[in-house]
């Protein structure tokens, strides 16, 4: 299975039919968010992850390809490289950020009554105990990667690298972001479990190979590893996320009371 067609397959045709469904609602009497997502667009929101995701993610996976934590079959890649990685990748990146930003969007249009805000207050216990736990797991995983321990390679790549947003996204709403959890866990899960079932197959159709040297060893099924769960787990973590804070009204009312975003809410303000 080549790569484009792996492509096409298995975020190429999903992306169609939820746009579909999106075009459908679209038509719908009542096609708009619910009034505490009904802030930026959602296109716009999507677009700009796509951005970020891109820029964050693309020395990471040359880091990866170079060092041989994974490579790619290129007999089965159109053999175009920007670094290291065949464009392939860099499509993957785009394809899997908007297909679950999508996902989420199509979630939130799902469930609108549960969305209705209540007064909302910072819960800054919320936001203290959740950095402190992702700071220690963040902080744990990088000691583990400067001491070059080569099982935990791949492992700890992702979390030191994946984290780091996380860490920034509680910073401003861990409350926010609990408050929608059960957007938060539908936009994740299926996601996530979707896409480690097309990896596997990627797998093993010999797409792409992930090194026994540099991972754990922890199988989950015939031919996943562990770290490949993780991070499909973490990718869509890091868009769910962002989504549901990019469009939430809370966020837009807290990032009012933040100098270094007064002048962006004015903007949004006097474009409204």
Same mark, same amino acid.
């Given at each position: 299975?080549?790569?484009?067609?792996?492509?096409?397959?298995? @975020?190429?045709?999903?992306?169609?039919?939820?746009?579909?469904?999106?075009?459908?609602? %679209?038509?719908?009497?009542?096609?708009?968010? !619910?009034?505490?997502?009904?802030?930026?667009?959602?296109?716009?929101?999507? %677009?700009?992850?796509?951005?970020?995701?891109?820029?964050?993610?693309?020395? /990471?996976?040359?880091?990866?390809?170079?060092?041989?934590?994974?490579?790619? +079959?290129? +007999?089965?890649?159109?053999?175009?490289?920007?670094?290291?990685?065949?464009?392939?990748?860099?499509?993957?990146?785009?394809?899997?950020?908007?297909?679950?930003?999508?996902?989420?969007? *199509?979630?939130?249009?799902?469930?609108? $009554?549960? @969305?209705? #805000?209540?007064?909302?207050?910072?819960? /800054?216990?919320?936001?203290?105990?959740?950095?402190? *736990?992702?700071?220690?797991?963040?902080?744990?995983?990088?000691?583990?990667?400067?001491?070059?321990?080569? #099982?935990?390679?791949?492992?700890?790549?992702?979390?030191?690298? $994946?984290?780091? #947003?996380?860490?920034?996204?509680?910073?401003?709403?861990?409350?926010?972001? /609990?408050?929608? =959890? =059960?957007?938060?866990?539908?936009?994740?899960?299926?996601?996530?479990?979707? %896409?480690?079932?097309?990896?596997? %197959?990627?797998?093993?159709?010999?797409?792409?190979?992930?090194?026994?040297?540099?991972?754990?060893?922890?199988? *989950?099924?015939?031919?996943? !590893?562990?770290?490949?769960?993780?991070?499909?787990?973490?990718?869509?973590?890091?868009?769910?996320?962002?989504?549901?804070?990019? @469009?939430?009204?809370?966020?837009?009312?807290?990032?009012? +009371?933040?100098?270094? *975003?007064?002048? /962006?809410?004015?903007?949004?303000?006097?474009?409204?």
């Amino acid at each position: 299975m080549t790569y484009f067609r792996f492509l096409q397959l298995f @975020l190429g045709i999903p992306l169609i039919v939820v746009g579909a469904i999106h075009f459908f609602m %679209l038509r719908q009497s009542n096609p708009q968010l !619910p009034e505490s997502f009904r802030t930026w667009k959602g296109w716009a929101v999507t %677009l700009g992850l796509i951005c970020v995701a891109v820029i964050w993610t693309t020395p /990471w996976d040359n880091y990866l390809v170079a060092t041989q934590v994974w490579w790619y +079959d290129p +007999d089965l890649v159109t053999g175009y490289l920007i670094g290291y990685v065949p464009v392939e990748e860099y499509t993957f990146f785009i394809l899997q950020t908007a297909l679950t930003s999508a996902f989420t969007l *199509l979630l939130i249009k799902k469930f609108p $009554a549960y @969305l209705i #805000p209540n007064d909302f207050k910072p819960n /800054w216990n919320i936001i203290r105990n959740s950095l402190i *736990l992702v700071g220690l797991v963040w902080l744990v995983s990088t000691i583990l990667l400067i001491s070059g321990y080569l #099982p935990a390679t791949y492992m700890t790549l992702i979390l030191s690298w $994946a984290l780091i #947003p996380v860490m920034i996204q509680f910073w401003f709403g861990a409350d926010i972001l /609990w408050h929608y =959890r =059960r957007i938060l866990f539908w936009g994740i899960v299926p996601m996530t479990l979707y %896409l480690a079932v097309a990896d596997s %197959l990627a797998i093993a159709a010999g797409t792409w190979t992930i090194s026994e040297e540099k991972t754990l060893g922890i199988m *989950l099924g015939p031919v996943l !590893p562990l770290e490949e769960f993780t991070f499909f787990l973490m990718t869509n973590v890091l868009v769910v996320f962002g989504v549901t804070l990019l @469009l939430a009204r809370q966020s837009h009312e807290r990032s009012a +009371d933040m100098p270094v *975003l007064k002048e /962006w809410v004015a903007i949004e303000q006097v474009s409204g």
